[in-house]
């Protein structure tokens, strides 16, 4: 199998860039290392890596001839950098969406697994099943929604087959940890290493539903199975269908935690609904956090 991976240097991409390797598949990276708050870029020498930008038609194009599956995984996805530059988020995660689905479309390739996320959801009342209302808070929400139409356009228009992966929180291994809205855990593990306080924002209650990296990786190796037509186009959550509060992970770290100001354009409790993918994609979760940390 040859697979090309977007964002394929970054903390999701890579970890699955590392694990197609290992299955002996043939991995092509697109990456242009734009993200501010990874500490480092991972390459794995034994992919055909090319740091470039999704949104340059010329340049990546034939890169997606002979490919069987894209991983689409680039994007801009702090929350803080969508807020204060819009315009650029859009760019990168609505038109770069749609560049990578015309050159997979273009270059006959088999499926394109889209990586969405549940801030979709917005304030809906959890736990949150696919077919709730969309309730985007902010422009990073928007622009991964909007290429979510856009896989669902191709799939319905032109039909490339696609397939929408909304994750919950992602942590593990190469989570970014810089920058004010890194995730959580990255950041509170990296406090802890500099025998710093854990800063918890506001009072900590609000509840996050967490989903390992490794579990992230094998749902999208779950979507390239064999699944009816009619499911092509289609959104799965991908999340533990558990939710923990943000208190309690800092106290399992550590007890040096201070607070600090709430934030706007965020959900008080995210929490997954995983019926769908459980049935579908024959995936579920397997790595609990609580035991992850303290492993850790």
């Not at 088999?110 to 996320?117: H, P």
């Not at 009342?125 to 985007?136: A, G, M, R």
């Amino acid at each position: 199998m040859r697979a090309l991976v977007t964002g394929g240097m970054g903390f999701i991409g890579s970890n699955l860039v590392d694990k197609l390797i290992n299955m002996n598949w043939e991995v092509v990276v697109v990456d242009n290392q734009s993200a501010e708050c990874n500490e480092k870029f991972y390459w794995n020498e034994k992919a055909e890596n090319h740091k470039l930008d999704i949104c340059d038609y010329k340049f990546t194009r034939d890169l997606y001839n002979g490919v069987d599956y894209v991983f689409h995984l680039a994007a801009e996805s702090r929350l803080q950098s969508a807020i204060e530059n819009p315009i650029n988020t859009v760019m990168k995660n609505t038109v770069g969406t749609c560049t990578v689905l015309q050159c997979a479309r273009e270059a006959g390739v088999d499926r394109v697994i889209y990586s969405s996320t549940s801030s979709a959801y917005g304030l809906n009342k959890p736990p949150n099943v696919e077919t709730d209302s969309l309730d985007c808070l902010n422009p990073y929400s928007v622009s991964k929604v909007a290429g979510e139409e856009l896989c669902k356009m191709y799939t319905n228009l032109y039909g490339l087959k696609t397939i929408i992966l909304r994750y919950f929180n992602v942590y593990g291994d190469r989570s970014p940890t810089t920058g004010q809205y890194a995730p959580v855990l990255g950041v509170f593990l990296k406090q802890k290493k500099e025998k710093i306080p854990l800063t918890v924002v506001g009072n900590g209650l609000q509840k996050r539903d967490f989903v390992h990296v490794d579990d992230v990786v094998a749902a999208n190796i779950a979507a390239v199975n064999d699944i009816s037509p009619e499911y092509y186009g289609q959104v799965f959550n991908i999340g533990s269908g558990k939710n923990i509060s943000i208190l309690k992970i800092a106290k399992l770290i550590s007890n040096n935690y201070i607070h600090i100001p709430v934030r706007s354009g965020e959900a008080e409790i995210t929490l997954s609904d995983i019926t769908k993918a459980k049935l579908i994609l024959n995936w579920k979760p397997n790595i609990e956090i609580e035991e992850w940390i303290q492993n850790y």
